[in-house]
Each structure stands twice: as C-alpha cells, then as structure tokens.
C-alpha cells in the first residue's frame, strides 16, 4: 500500500551501448573494458548492457569479445550478424536492444570521463528522441601542417541543447519507443555506401523527433596514420558530400520531388566544386596554406555531392 501523497517511485529507464566491428581484433579487444567502465559511470540502478555486433562472416570477433566479457562488471552480449554491412549490423543491434535507449559508437573510439552520464541525462531532461554529442581527434601521429590548417578533423562543437537536423552514429543515443513506434531502421541500400545512419536520424526528425546536441558526452577517435593522409582526408571529404546527396535523392518522394533534389544537389555540389577551385586559386596565389586547404575540403565535397547527383555511389564498405 502506497504512502499518502506520495506517487510510486519510477523505474530508471535502461540503456544499452552499441558497438559495431568487422575483423578488427584489436579493436574489439580493448572496446568492451572501456564501455563496461563507461556503464559504470552509470551505475545507478538502471538495467545497463553491452552489445557487440560482429559483421564478419567468419565470426572472428567472438573469441575476443568473450575474453573482455569475462572480466566485464556489466552484462556484455556477443551478437553475430554475417549480413555483410553496416546498415544490416545496425538494424542487428536494434533487433537485440530490449532496452529504452540504445548508444552507438564506434569501435575505435574511445569515450571520455562522464560520456554516458551526460547523454543520458540529456535525452532524460529534453525527452528528446536522439541525443549527439562530439567526436573530437585521437592522433597516432601529429599530422602535417596542411590538414590540421584545413580543419579536416573538426566536427564542430555548439552549446548543449541546440536541436540537430541529422546526426551520426559515432556517438548517438536514440530512443528505442519512438523507433518502433515509427518503423524506422537503417536502409540496407546504404550498407556498403555508408550515409545510413544521416538518413535514419533525417527520417526521425521529419517523423516528429527532436535530434538535441549534449556537448559534454565526448568520444574521441583513434587515427591510424594511415587516415592522416592528404589523399585519405580528400577521399573523406569526397564520400561525405557523395553520402548526404544520395540522403537527400533517397528522402525526396519519386517523380518530380526527386527529380528535383538530384537537381538541387547537382547545383549546390557544382557551387562548391566552382567556388573551391577559385579559392584554391586565391589561396595559392598567396601562399595561404589553411585557406588553401579549407578550399579543398569545400571542392572535394562538392565533386561528391555532383557525383550523387548523377547516381554516382562510393561504396567504402564494400568486399571483394
């Protein structure tokens, strides 16, 4: 019998983190002690779980995971999706998630102290359906001068709060209820092109969801030397614009409205391309290395965005 006056205590809503790998070992290895200790932040009565979602065929990541389950403080769940793709290992995740908010992030990142706290709290005080925060670079190595002057791996920071129009899955709290409630999954179109989890959060908000940034939950990413190169940061910037062009085509409804936004992005991608070469130029003339290198980034984007345009995809998780 309840006290007078007093409303029965509300159970803490659960939560589980999940973390994609594909035949990386080193990285599945050291990623589930450092979201175990993340759910221990957390520790606050609610239900916590891990869920790790290994897409290769072979299943090579079990063994791994197994071992850092073993040492784990919280539940860690090991699931094979051989489905080759990431839209088909996330929509896998969701699958496994019984719980009321699932996290996902990468497997080569790393969260910062307060990461989980803060973004739930986020998600709880805003009722928000979505919550993002910052992925802020993990150098292996000091980049040369060109890249960091260009701003390459700078994903931005705003004031926590401020509503998002689509966000990332490197660092993301969506809100399982509104999912379902809503039908939305990542599309298997995008499995091998990436751009799957741009369209998923684009969807939720045009469904009536609000996507709120916390800029306190901090993951950092760990660059390989191999990813601090001129070529690799172009190839990047090339994919992102390819990406959110194929987004916007795929949102547009068929006929004429997505005739229309592959003519939109046709145009906004040769603005980019047109006016990153005349700042190339610009810049080179005076031997202004950070504008030269921002000027880059823009065209690069642009040839990506003009490429979607014309249905021209980059497949970066495609095998052979």
């Given at each position: 019998?309840?006290?007078?006056?007093?409303?029965?205590?509300?159970?803490?809503?659960?939560?589980?983190?999940?973390?994609?790998?594909?035949?990386?070992?080193?990285?599945?290895?050291?990623?589930?002690?450092?979201?175990?200790?993340?759910?221990?932040?957390?520790?606050?009565?609610?239900?916590?779980?891990?869920?790790?979602?290994?897409?290769?065929?072979?299943?090579?990541?079990?063994?791994?995971?197994?071992?850092?389950?073993?040492?784990?403080?919280?539940?860690?769940?090991?699931?094979?999706?051989?489905?080759?793709?990431?839209?088909?290992?996330?929509?896998?995740?969701?699958?496994?998630?019984?719980?009321?908010?699932?996290?996902f992030i990468d497997d080569d990142e790393r969260p910062r102290s307060g990461w989980?706290?803060?973004?739930?709290?986020?998600?709880?005080?805003?009722?928000?359906?979505?919550?993002?925060?910052?992925?802020?670079?993990?150098?292996?190595?000091?980049?040369?001068?060109?890249?960091?002057?260009?701003?390459?791996?700078?994903?931005?920071?705003?004031?926590?709060?401020?509503?998002?129009?689509?966000?990332?899955?490197?660092?993301?709290?969506?809100?399982?209820?509104?999912?379902?409630?809503?039908?939305?999954?990542?599309?298997?179109?995008?499995?091998?092109?990436?751009?799957?989890?741009?369209?998923l959060t684009r969807q939720l908000v045009q469904a009536g969801g609000r996507i709120?940034?916390?800029?306190?939950?901090?993951?950092?990413?760990?660059?390989?030397?191999?990813?601090?190169?001129?070529?690799?940061?172009?190839?990047?910037?090339?994919?992102?614009?390819?990406?959110?062009?194929?987004?916007?085509?795929?949102?547009?409804?068929?006929?004429?409205?997505?005739?229309?936004?592959?003519?939109?992005?046709?145009?906004?991608?040769?603005?980019?391309?047109?006016?990153?070469?005349?700042?190339?130029?610009?810049?080179?003339?005076?031997?202004?290395?950070?504008?030269?290198?921002?000027?880059?980034?823009?065209?690069?984007?642009?040839?990506?965005?003009?490429?979607?345009?014309?249905?021209?995809?980059?497949?970066?998780?495609?095998?052979?």
């Open positions: 019998m309840g006290v007078p006056g007093q409303g029965a205590t509300t159970r803490p809503k659960s939560v589980a983190i999940a973390v994609l790998t594909y035949k990386r070992p080193e990285h599945a290895a050291s990623v589930v002690p450092a979201l175990d200790a993340a759910l221990s932040e957390l520790d606050d009565g609610r239900a916590l779980r891990l869920i790790v979602v290994d897409n290769d065929p072979d299943a090579s990541g079990r063994p791994v995971v197994a071992a850092g389950a073993a040492g784990a403080l919280h539940r860690v769940s090991y699931v094979h999706e051989p489905a080759p793709g990431i839209a088909a290992a996330r929509n896998r995740a969701l699958a496994e998630c019984d719980e009321d908010a699932i996290v989980l706290p803060a973004l739930v709290s986020q998600w709880e005080r805003a009722g928000a359906e979505a919550v993002a925060g910052p992925v802020v670079p993990d150098f292996s190595r000091q980049p040369d001068s060109w890249i960091l002057a260009g701003g390459w791996f700078n994903h931005g920071r705003r004031a926590s709060g401020t509503l998002m129009p689509a966000a990332a899955t490197n660092n993301l709290l969506l809100d399982m209820a509104f999912l379902r409630s809503n039908g939305l999954r990542f599309d298997l179109d995008f499995g091998m092109s990436g751009g799957e989890d741009t369209l709120v940034w916390c800029d306190e939950a901090v993951v950092a990413d760990q660059l390989p030397a191999e990813r601090l190169t001129r070529e690799w940061v172009r190839r990047r910037a090339f994919w992102s614009g390819n990406s959110w062009a194929a987004v916007d085509i795929r949102l547009a409804a068929p006929g004429g409205p997505r005739l229309a936004a592959r003519m939109r992005q046709l145009a906004r991608g040769g603005v980019r391309v047109a006016g990153g070469m005349a700042k190339m130029l610009a810049a080179g003339a005076k031997r202004d290395e950070a504008a030269q290198s921002r000027a880059v980034r823009v065209y690069e984007r642009g040839r990506g965005m003009c490429a979607g345009a014309l249905g021209r995809r980059w497949m970066p998780y495609r095998r052979d």
